[in-house]
């Protein structure tokens, strides 16, 4: 289902664990910042080392040390990251399945050998963090619903934007 997918995009705690022997080397729990604009999530969270005194306005300096995030509504997302920018659009088929287009977004060819082997390494990441991570704890959370045992999911207080995102949709 996407909203499940979406849900994988909207908190930061499942990094540490979901992810622990991929993506959480680059982030620590800590605390987020989120807002709405318009039906769209925007938060922010500081990646690993981050301090109060790296909240920059220059977006350059800023996706250093912060992982930007955005919901789009209703079913894409854009996380920034220090190198590039991925783009993923959600595009449900039916109620069960859902196709996923993700992009790398880059501002220049990589002009070597090692910013490409970097970007390819990025890349590979990402499949397994969103395709193979996020995806399959999503793919397992419907399979539970379907089961109809649960009947409804209560969101704690570290999932604020999924409330936030869900209550938009509502609207």
Do not use: C
């Not at 220090?82 to 790398?104: A, G």
């Not at 002009?111 to 399959?136: H, P, R, V, Y």
């Not at 399979?143 to 999911?153: A, D, F, M, Q």
């Amino acid at each position: 289902n996407w909203k499940l997918l979406q849900d994988t995009m909207l908190d930061n705690y499942h990094v540490q664990r979901l992810h622990q022997n991929t993506l959480a080397k680059y982030f620590e729990d800590v605390n987020e910042y989120t807002d709405m604009i318009g039906p769209h999530v925007r938060s922010a969270s500081g990646r690993k080392g981050f301090t109060d005194a790296d909240i920059n306005e220059d977006f350059e300096v800023s996706r250093r040390r912060t992982t930007l995030g955005y919901a789009l509504y209703p079913q894409g997302s854009i996380v920034t990251s220090p190198r590039y920018i991925s783009l993923v659009i959600m595009r449900p088929v039916t109620v069960d399945q859902t196709l996923v287009d993700y992009y790398m977004l880059v501002t220049d060819r990589p002009g070597d050998d090692e910013s490409e082997a970097k970007l390819e390494a990025s890349w590979a990441l990402m499949d397994i963090g969103f395709g193979k991570e996020d995806f399959w704890a999503a793919e397992l959370g419907h399979k539970g619903l379907k089961t109809g045992v649960v009947p409804e999911l209560l969101l704690g207080a570290m999932e604020r934007r999924i409330a936030m995102f869900r209550e938009a949709m509502l609207e």
